[in-house]
């Protein structure tokens, strides 16, 4: 009988479920009589009742058991306090915490590292002492972040893995469905990606999602999985597909997910982990699609031809190929000089980006010349950094200018001291990250930031302009040469191997730990939840709008991050910064909204904080893609929290619209787009025929205009008939507790 495989280092006493996985895919097979998708066999390989559980794509919710759970410090403090509050003894599957939102770049690793571990030891002492009690690994600030340590350790082919981040989906690298957020997931669409040709030259991995975004925009993805396949695969390495993975996110994807292949099998070797490798390569069948599956659209791309992309400003799927950049800034009025090029995050700081950002680098050296942007480095993990260390890889990034950063998050979520331009300073910087919402890097809206491969920023970092394209332009030496950048090599792992470095785990007491969790009533960053209210049975009448919000709506409009995240766990302190970069319709202003008691214009939070204290539940009217980035569930505990009852709007992303029904807000989407139109700022808001609540059952709603006239639309939702009973009890938690009682 074949040995059991841990299913990671740390995991002692949980194995690798293919034995199983491949019994309740039989019953599926049987049941569907038809090819799979790879996505369909991980996801129904993990049904709680394969025998039983309705699979229809795009209608049926998938009830699921998850391997493991990954979250990290931003997110985690909420998860934990609503741990806590279910009254919960341990968890049941194996969970860890990661400790790299809340490191703020200023001065370089080290100093940043330890000036953090000091303003953050009073979150930090909870994150650990409740992951110590309820049995969570603990991964210290410094570790790295949450996606690569995920990869490095835990990520297997077929894993289904449920994260508290919306770059949750990097483990699809190593073949796993691997989900931000939600626990019950609706059956999914499978779009696939036929990849054909050789990856080459300065084309990255990162091009393929730039090029996909840009095809499939930024909802293109919504309540879909996207799965990689075809001939071009296996010339991508498992980092490489990890990266892919990791940004489906910004089309809103529900994940993405490459076959099981020899890139993997290297990997998981290289991170000590080949009994993994040699037990996945006993289940071929499980961990690649079938011939002739079926896939709900094909894109196609070819790698042969793909150009180098840099995406943005201000969304991540306005893609510019490197050749139109400069045509592209100088018509838009982009500012072409390029303050700073940043390299990293979760998406691109794997060894092999970081060998290939410095073959760039170490061309510029043998001329002579550094970067003209300031340049800065993130590690993805304690792994990589002492790796890159030992390899004097970061030697030549420092060299060239590079300034190397905590291995954290950093200036992605805006944890970035940022000091060479003036708030409002209209400027361009541009990141290997995954994300450039307005403000989100720095707080500053005038920021455009853009999005590219880690050796296509590099390079434009030594130019310091947008219009310098690597491919055919050449760069001056020392000595006045001109010279041309040959395309980036690089190592897809590391020759000798990784180097582990620092210790950066611990890992949870077996039994738990008898210590409490302490709170103090106090503190600024950590409040202790309480349920929220029950539904009182009644229709809403007459509420107010909070604020109408023009365009574009993502999380990191609703709740920013950078310096709020230091309240992250902290409700009532956090919800001072809802909307607070939203675009009024009413006026096109940020924070300034007319309280319709009052009449005077006011900020979002304090507005919403009058309706509040004079018992008036409000809603907000919105447009299509709401609530697209983030996973954080602060975007929908905070309306909840100052008293809104009701979102409005086009449409939204899939995420979020999960979050604000399990925080008891109702989801509703106008029945005709056009309805946006109707609502007036000064609207009062009536959603009736609540008791009849049901599944597929649109929403009557009466909007009674300020001139004394009123008209009648038609609101849709998906709640299904739980999601319903959390709107009922108050939230999910609620209902939770409800059961357990
Ligand atoms: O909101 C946060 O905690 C930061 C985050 O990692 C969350 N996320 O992507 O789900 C992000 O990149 O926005
Ligand atoms: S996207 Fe940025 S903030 Fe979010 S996990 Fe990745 S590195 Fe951290």
Redesign the pocket.
């Known amino acids: 009988i074949p040995q059991k495989v841990v299913m990671s280092k740390f995991d002692t006493d949980k194995y690798i479920p293919y034995e199983k996985m491949s019994e309740n895919l039989k019953i599926v097979r049987d049941r569907l009589q038809r090819p799979l998708t790879l996505s369909e066999k991980v996801v129904y390989s993990h049904l709680d009742d394969p025998k039983n559980q309705e699979m229809e794509r795009g209608e049926s919710y998938l009830l699921l058991r998850p391997d493991r759970v990954a979250m990290?410090d931003?997110?985690a403090q909420m998860a934990m306090m609503q741990f806590i509050s279910s009254g919960l003894p341990k968890v049941r599957v194996p969970s860890t915490i990661h400790c790299d939102?809340l490191i703020e770049a200023q001065v370089g690793a080290s100093a940043d590292l330890s000036r953090a571990i000091d303003t953050n030891r009073e979150v930090y002492d909870f994150l650990a002492s409740a992951a110590s009690k309820y049995g969570v690994g603990f991964w210290k600030p410094g570790g790295g972040i949450i996606h690569q340590i995920v990869l490095e350790n835990y990520a297997f082919p077929g894993l289904l893995l449920t994260g508290t981040?919306?770059?949750t989906p990097n483990g699809g690298g190593l073949g796993g469905v691997c989900i931000?957020l939600p626990w019950e997931l609706k059956c999914p669409h499978v779009i696939g990606v036929r990849l054909t040709g050789e990856m080459g030259g300065w084309t990255a991995a990162k091009d393929v999602i730039l090029k996909v975004a840009d095809i499939l925009t930024v909802a293109g993805g919504t309540g879909a999985i996207i799965e990689y396949h075809g001939p071009g695969v296996d010339s991508i390495s498992c980092t490489g597909m990890a990266t892919i993975c990791n940004m489906g996110?910004e089309i809103g994807a529900t994940t993405s997910i490459f076959p099981f292949n020899h890139r993997m099998s290297r990997y998981l070797r290289a991170t000590g982990r080949e009994d993994i490798a040699k037990e996945a390569e006993r289940y071929p069948d499980l961990l690649t699609p079938d011939e002739g599956c079926t896939y709900d659209r094909v894109v196609e791309i070819d790698l042969s031809t793909l150009e180098p992309l840099v995406n943005g400003p201000y969304t991540p799927d306005l893609a510019n190929p490197i050749s139109q950049l400069g045509k592209n800034a100088q018509e838009n009025g982009w500012p072409l000089d390029i303050k700073v090029a940043l390299i990293g995050s979760c998406t691109n700081s794997s060894y092999e980006d970081m060998t290939r950002a410095a073959s760039i680098a170490q061309q510029a050296l043998q001329h002579g010349i550094k970067t003209k942007s300031a340049f800065t480095v993130t590690p993805g993990s304690e792994q990589i950094r002492a790796t890159i260390s030992r390899d004097k890889v970061d030697e030549t990034l420092e060299a060239v200018g590079g300034l190397v950063l905590a291995n954290a998050?950093g200036p992605?979520?805006g944890q970035w001291d940022r000091r060479d331009v003036d708030k409002g300073e209209k400027n361009t910087i541009v990141s290997s990250y995954n994300?450039n919402f307005t403000g989100r890097n720095d707080a500053n809206p005038a920021t455009h930031s853009f999005v590219a491969s880690p050796e296509i920023v590099t390079a434009l970092a030594l130019a310091g302009d947008l219009r310098f394209n690597p491919l055919t332009d050449s760069l001056t030496g020392a000595s006045g040469e001109e010279f041309r950048l040959e395309p980036p090599t690089g190592e897809e792992l590391p020759s000798k191997g990784f180097d582990a470095g620092e210790e950066c785990y611990q890992e949870p007491p077996a039994k738990g730990s008898s210590s409490s969790v302490d709170v103090d009533p106090n503190s600024n960053r950590l409040q202790l939840l309480t349920p929220f209210d029950k539904w009182d049975g009644n229709d809403i009448e007459d509420a107010p709008v909070l604020i109408k919000v023009y365009l574009k709506c993502t999380?990191?409009h609703i709740s920013s991050?950078g310096p709020w995240l230091k309240y992250r766990g902290h409700l009532d302190n956090i919800s001072n910064n809802m909307f607070i970069t939203a675009i009024n319709e009413e006026n096109k202003e940020m924070n300034s909204v007319k309280n319709q008691l009052t009449g005077e214009y006011g900020p979002v939070p304090d507005t919403a904080r009058y309706y509040k204290a004079q018992g008036v539940k409000w809603v907000v009217v919105g447009d299509s893609n709401y609530g697209e980035?983030?996973?954080?569930e602060h975007a929908a505990l905070e309306p909840r929290h100052l008293g809104g009852v009701a979102i409005i709007v086009r449409s939204f992303a899939r995420i979020h619209e999960t979050n604000l029904k399990k925080q008891g807000m109702l989801p509703l989407t106008f029945a005709d787009p056009a309805d946006y139109d109707k609502f007036q700022p000064s609207d009062r808001v009536s959603l009736l025929g609540l008791a009849n609540l049901s599944p597929g059952q649109p929403v009557r709603c009466v909007l009674k205009h300020s001139d004394g006239s009123s008209e009648e639309i038609q609101l849709n939702h998906t709640m299904n008939e739980t999601q319903i009973s959390w709107f009922q009890a108050g939230s999910a938690l609620n209902k939770m507790a409800d059961m357990f009682r």
């Open positions: 990290q931003a997110t939102h981040d919306s770059h931000g996110a998050c992605c979520i994300r999380t990191d991050a980035g983030s996973s954080r």
